[in-house]
Structure formats: structure tokens, C-alpha cells
């Protein structure tokens, strides 16, 4: 299982905004985990100001992994030239590596975008 970087952040302040059924997928999950872009995404939008975390990002996304159990996926050659192929139906790059990974990897991705599915990706939202 993988989360989309909103889904983190979600389940970081205390997954309010996650259903029920992603909370309890995400605690009964082998591993769950987070794509290396999503790192990317968090300190863009803190350095923007657009975000505010308790901690600097670093030392907040290593609390998060270590709290929640997740894992980072690492944003390899595989998943880029994936990434690059899918259709155009979705812009953003970073949901597209997350994307790319998730097909991969056969995994289900916690997102509310509801573009994902289009890929053939299965969500949990």
C-alpha cells in the first residue's frame, strides 16, 4: 500500500480526514508506505508557506515514518520511465511517480484523487 502525500499528511494530524476504512487498511497493511517525492512535496509547500509543521521536515517526516510504521519507497529508474509513458490524464508529477509506483509495485494507493482509478490503480479513499 502506498500514500499519497495528502493521505500522509492526513494521517500525520491524526488521520481526520482519512476514512475509517483507509485508517484501518493503513494499520492492517503488510507495509505502508510513502513515495521519495512525497518528501519533495512537504518541504516545497512548508518552504512556500504554505504548510506549517511542528518540527523542520526532515525531523517531521522521520517521526511520522517511525510513528505510523511506514516505509519510503525509493523514486527509481523504473518508476520514472513509467511515470513518463502513463497517459496525460493526470498533470502532476509527483501523483504520477506515486502512480507509476503503485502499478509497479501492485499496490493500492490511499488518495482521494479521483483520477487514480483511471490508471487501473486501485484506491482506498
Known sequence: MI?????????AEGGGKLSQRA???IR??????????SGFEIARKVLAGKLRLSKLVDAWFEEVLDHHGLTVL???????????????IHEDPADRFIIAAAKIHACEVVTSDERFPQYGVTTII
Open 23 to 25: 485508517l484501518q487498511a
Open 3 to 11: 500514500l499519497d502525500t495528502s493521505a500522509e499528511l492526513w494521517l
Open 28 to 37: 492492517e497493511a503488510s507495509e505502508a508506505q510513502v513515495l521519495a517525492i
Open 74 to 88: 525509493p523514486l527509481d529508474l523504473p518508476i520514472c520511465l513509467k511515470a513518463a509513458s502513463l497517459p496525460s
